[in-house]
DNA sequence: TTCATAACCGAAAACGTTTTCGTATTTTCG
DNA sequence: CGAAAATACGAAAACGTTTTCGGTTATGAA
């Protein structure tokens, strides 16, 4: 029931502790002998060491936090389990903490991380976080910290992130070369970075294109949930307004909105068109399957925790690495939703 | 930078660590007058106790650890939800580990657990967990653990479930009374409990009704996602099966069969009836909505730890609880897919 | 005043590990 | 053979906290 020490291993072989200690390490100044004898009397005893004496010891607990607004979310979801993938090879366990999107409890839980004494967190910030100070002092206290998908400008630490700008671009672009002339936007909230560059990109397809931007043409999805894709698409069929394409923030507004469409008879592609962003395995399981932007979690994932890792190793050396900014690469998924395919023009005929 | 200790503060009032200590932790052998002078110091440090002396010192780490198949899975992540918040609020931070349904990674996890000292563990099994002798020796530590949603018989601890063939029982019943005499299941993995309970209710509630159990009606999704859905439905039209409803083990699978029967012409549910199973979200917003067994991650989730704490709270005072078993209450929700409602009556004819 | 009691404080051990430094023993080699 | 060097081990401090126990001072009662 109770768990092996050092000195039980030390007192059973009539060691001193401290030689106990450095075979099991390896240490050169312990001969072959004993680190053999030592080794086998830890393996049959079970010995584990006792990782409060260790963190206590060492000042490092070999433990990092995250926080995210969502933990539920599909793209988080893949984020998350790449970076606990990642941190368990080198050794690393995560700690997820959740926001719901409020800054108070991102504020709380940044506390709570520091005081378990984490050596790294990684965070994707709440909608509207905009008092950054407790991110300050963890940069303040030298605790590696690593921003990704949800930043803010304002923090010096490392980023990594999407050209939301650019995808949004390339999404909207895709609408017009698909015949749309009227594209209407499902933008995420007023705040967070990525929600403004989305809409900006959108905004500078439509120029490039010499579509006119008309401000009623972008509908507010704040939170960015189903139900909003929605009511703006009602919206928009009640106003009767002129649209025939729609860039949304995300596959889930999108869905949203398709669903409308399907209940009220709008056909989509013919009538209308749709992209999201995303790529939620989901949105190719609709119908229309749901053109998207894809972002691989997995991968961005991976490249938080690698980063993080990097400037762990760094601190340990008495190194502060210069923060770095990240983009990952997005790709257009052009789906039944946006386009009228050959296999949908027979179906149609 | 670094962080204050109560040496520190005791220096700077020139009385001794012990009274720092006691002071801040209100003992009521220090005066007044030095606890408010002790505490007004703390404050303006902004002195944090070092957890890693703490947990030396005190023996526990006030962490559990969460071990479950998948994180992103729509079902767990409210689990998971719920289990972070209610840890928070008793003062315990949770390690997520995800198996990927692997039953040796689970055996690493647990003994990575095991190494960092949490005080309990939550776990959800993997599929095809057989040997459940890394579970044993987390009952032989004396680590509080629970077990949820994909248990063993095996193991004598607490475990928080769902009554799976009643549930499975009652969706099928659900078919039935829609007029259903030819139902199909789409079932689970053979190994974990809750497919095979589901079957035995599908099973049950057709010989309770009258209706011959075919075991070419049982199609097998290993693993349980979209795609086998999607194969079976296939299948079954290929096939030219006589069908007239599905009892689908996971809603993902029942939206796989979906969007079969919307590709192929087949009418849901005046054709074919189809009845899915958790209630994902994403279900209610499929054409047809899907019909399917609500169960409450969230509930579930507060049950888990609210167990583990009354555990943890009985190993403090040296007692030992007897294991207990809790199924949570589910309910089967009619839509779409399996009730020809007024409005679409109307809408046909 | 004196003694018992209460109130307050601090010394010190303990938790289990890591690591430095010193020392004792053995080996090497001129 | 003797000195230098290599080898092997252990003592002890340190990490920062908690808690027991003993001691000192103040308080009150006799």
Not at 66 to 83: D, K, Q, S, T, Y
Not at 117 to 130: C, E, H, K, W
Not at 197 to 206: H, T
Request: hydrophobic residues 40%; contains cysteine.
């Amino acid at each position: 029931m109770e768990q092996v020490t050092l000195k039980q291993i030390a007192e059973y072989l009539g060691i001193s502790i401290a030689t106990v200690s450095k075979a099991l390490k390896d240490y050169p100044d312990v001969s072959q002998k004993t680190k053999a004898l030592v080794k086998a009397e830890a393996e049959r005893l079970n010995y584990q060491p006792n990782s409060f004496a260790v963190n206590l010891r060492t000042k490092e607990s070999r433990t990092i936090g995250l926080i995210i607004p969502e933990v539920v979310h599909f793209f988080f979801g893949n984020i998350v389990r790449a970076i606990i993938t990642e941190a368990e090879k080198k050794g690393y366990l995560v700690i997820i903490l959740q926001s719901d999107d409020n800054p108070e409890l991102e504020k709380k839980q940044i506390d709570l991380l520091i005081s378990k004494r984490v050596d790294g967190i990684m965070i994707s910030l709440a909608n509207n976080t905009v008092d950054t100070s407790h991110l300050q002092k963890v940069m303040r206290l030298g605790i590696p910290l690593v921003m990704f998908d949800k930043i803010s400008k304002l923090v010096p630490c490392s980023k990594i992130i999407i050209d939301d700008r650019k995808a949004a671009y390339e999404a909207t672009k895709h609408l017009i070369e698909q015949g749309c002339t009227k594209i209407a936007h499902f933008r995420g909230p007023l705040l967070p970075q990525n929600s403004i560059d989305r809409f900006l990109g959108y905004k500078k397809a439509l120029e490039d294109h010499g579509l006119e931007y008309n401000s009623k043409h972008v509908f507010l999805c704040d939170p960015i949930i189903y139900e909003k894709g929605r009511e703006h698409a009602n919206a928009v069929l009640d106003e009767g307004m002129d649209i025939d394409g729609i860039f949304a923030n995300t596959d889930m507004v999108a869905i949203g909105a398709l669903s409308v469409f399907n209940e009220r008879g709008i056909k989509v592609p013919q009538d209308l068109k749709i992209i999201g962003f995303s790529n939620w395995f989901i949105s190719s399981a609709m119908t229309p399957t749901l053109s998207t932007v894809d972002q691989d979690g997995i991968k961005m994932g991976k490249k938080v925790f690698k980063r993080l890792f990097k400037e762990l190793q760094a601190k340990k050396n008495g190194q502060l690495l210069p923060p770095e900014t990240i983009a990952m690469p997005t790709k257009v998924i052009g789906r039944g939703s946006s386009m009228v395919s050959k296999a949908a023009l027979t179906a149609k005929s």
